[in-house]
């Protein structure tokens, strides 16, 4: 079954009282390499996004739960990334990130 990267976060933000609470992704043999080249077609550095997650958590961190999912179904960094370009309520994320950050475009 299929689910849309804004089915996920909206669905695990009505789980959880708060946004700060939100499940933590686990570490267990998670390739951050996988995370940092999702970010690359994006445009942002990973540390960018740390940064921003650190700072906002919420939908940010709902965002690296996801990323996480779809690395443990086997997709590609690419097909991730053109997910999130997809979502205009994640891109307006994306955007902040790069904003805050200086980041290229």
Known sequence: MRISLLAFIFS???KHK?????????LMSYDLEFEKQVFNYLFITQGSFNDYVNTNGGVAQLLRNWI???????KTPYEVARVIQNSPHILEHI???KK???NPK
């Not at 708060?18 to 686990?26: D, E, H, L, V």
């Not at 996480?68 to 086997?74: I, L, N, P, V």
């Open 18 to 26: 708060s946004y700060k609470t939100a499940i933590k992704t686990p």
């Open 100 to 102: 805050e950050n200086n």
């Open 95 to 97: 955007e902040k990130i």
């Open 68 to 74: 996480f999912e779809a690395f443990k179904s086997g």
């Open 12 to 14: 695990t933000i009505k």
